[in-house]
């Protein structure tokens, strides 16, 4: 439950300021070209808010939970129930309020609709431009304050490790990867995954002999890690540490043996014990093993699994260097700027593949976002988190689907260039349209999530 309480908090809280920077691009833009603001809202607030700052002109009874004193502005500011997202009614604009009885009113001066295309333009914009402001500035930061660190892969004396697509292809556990086409990797990362998918021959280190591996045409980033991580570093299983009272200390296991085996099971990396011991949990039954060790001669100990099945060990990890890059505050931004780029360019790049039956079935909501940050609170993966999220949302909010800021756009984009202002009851529709397609995804994602689940 604690865990879960951690991923909670780490996923609202970033939402939070994700959602407050994106309503505030729209916000500012509209402040600028004097267009009124009249709800600018945290989360939604259907019937009930948490929390409300009426304007000077509210005139509606709203059912807030705490209520302050109007202000002398225009704006309603307050905190909706429903964490779906937020939103900045704009005056004269259809929107997702769905405020058609505003739209037969003259069009006033305060208005969104009595604007020029390119003040108009620049209103809706404001949200993307900001989040994606906004990740650079973390990205920045983020280099600023921790470097670049990472192992390089040639240095890695154990190898890798691979799941069963990688091995199907060729790989051999403790391979050392070095080129991929002919170009030299160094960082296990996204780019390296995507540079291999994309590949036709990565080029390996196997018992000091390069080796080339071929990759089929039809491989692609979908198959590098349906089950598990497509390849990660190779870390025996030799043992740190053993708990007191432990599964392993009731066995004999001390510090300094490598386990080799248990049950039947290969075990002797520690991903593969984990894998194992998970198995053994899933069928429930195998309480009674046999644990082969490697100490000065091989041993076979007998353990008895508790039902956690877990043994109460750590590992060893290996002694590799860790290269680090290190910015100052003014080397941090152009840094930054670069990181966060090569980010959205590789999720863009991985976009095409929602549209796959593959793809689809990757497409998650809050619990698949939830999983991804830390179960221990980190303040770097945290940032790292936010700002790929921040670039998320800001992609997806500038597709040309109606009811997304990208369907306002490419309406004034297109008003811009040729002159044509779509009538009120066309953008009424649209935005229907584009809301149904927003359910329709929301739905499939939240399928998704439940699957996920079992």
């Not at 992609?395 to 008003?415: C, K, Q, R, S, T």
Request: net charge negative; hydrophobic share 45%; glycine share 8%.
């Amino acid at each position: 439950m604690e865990l879960f309480l951690i991923r909670a908090l780490q996923l609202i809280l970033a939402l939070s300021l994700l959602i407050l920077i994106h309503e505030f691009g729209h916000y500012l833009f509209s402040k600028i070209f004097k267009v009124r603001v009249e709800k600018f809202y945290l989360f939604f607030d259907w019937k009930i808010s948490l929390f409300m700052i009426p304007s000077r002109l509210s005139k509606k009874e709203d059912k807030a939970l705490i209520k302050l004193p109007a202000t002398k502005g225009d704006t309603e500011y307050g905190i909706g129930w429903i964490p779906m997202g937020g939103y900045c009614k704009i005056s004269g604009m259809i929107d997702e309020s769905m405020d058609t009885e505003q739209m037969k009113q003259p069009a006033q001066p305060w208005e969104f609709r009595s604007k020029p295309a390119w003040q108009r333009l620049l209103i809706m914009i404001g949200g993307v431009m900001f989040n994606f402001i906004l990740a650079l500035l973390i990205y920045s930061m983020i280099l600023f304050s921790w470097g670049e660190s990472y192992t390089d892969l040639h240095k890695a004396s154990y190898g890798m490790e691979f799941n069963q697509e990688a091995r199907q292809l060729g790989f051999v556990d403790g391979d050392i990867v070095l080129r991929v086409d002919g170009k030299e990797v160094h960082k296990r990362d996204a780019d390296l995954l995507r540079a291999i998918a994309d590949s036709r021959e990565v080029t390996v280190l196997r018992a000091g002999v390069e080796t080339n591996i071929a990759i089929p045409e039809e491989f692609g980033l979908l198959d590098i890690g349906k089950e598990a991580p497509f390849m990660d570093f190779l870390i025996p299983s030799v043992i740190d540490s053993v708990a007191p009272g432990s599964t392993a200390a009731a066995a004999g296991i001390k510090r300094g043996d490598k386990i080799l085996s248990i049950g039947d099971k290969k075990a002797d990396t520690w991903y593969k014990l984990l894998t194992a011991l998970d198995q053994m949990s899933q069928e429930g039954t195998q309480k009674e093993v046999k644990i082969t060790i490697q100490r000065d001669t091989l041993l076979t100990l007998d353990a008895t699994l508790d039902t956690s099945y877990k043994l109460g060990v750590t590992y060893k990890a290996p002694d590799y260097p860790v290269e680090t890059i290190s910015y100052g505050f003014f080397e941090a931004f152009p840094a930054g700027v670069v990181y966060g780029c090569n980010v959205l360019k590789g999720y863009v790049s991985d976009f095409k593949y929602i549209f796959s039956k593959e793809g689809a079935k990757s497409v998650g909501g809050f619990i698949t976002i939830g999983k991804m940050f830390p179960q221990k609170w980190d303040w770097y993966r945290f940032w790292n988190m936010t700002a790929m999220l921040s670039l998320i949302l800001a992609f997806m909010n500038i597709l040309p689907i109606p009811a997304l800021d990208g369907g306002h756009v490419l309406f004034l984009i297109a008003e811009v260039i040729t002159g044509w202002h779509p009538s009120e009851k066309f953008m009424e529709r649209t935005q229907i349209i584009g809301m149904m397609i927003l359910l329709g995804l929301l739905l499939l994602a939240c399928f998704n999530d439940i699957l996920s689940l079992f």
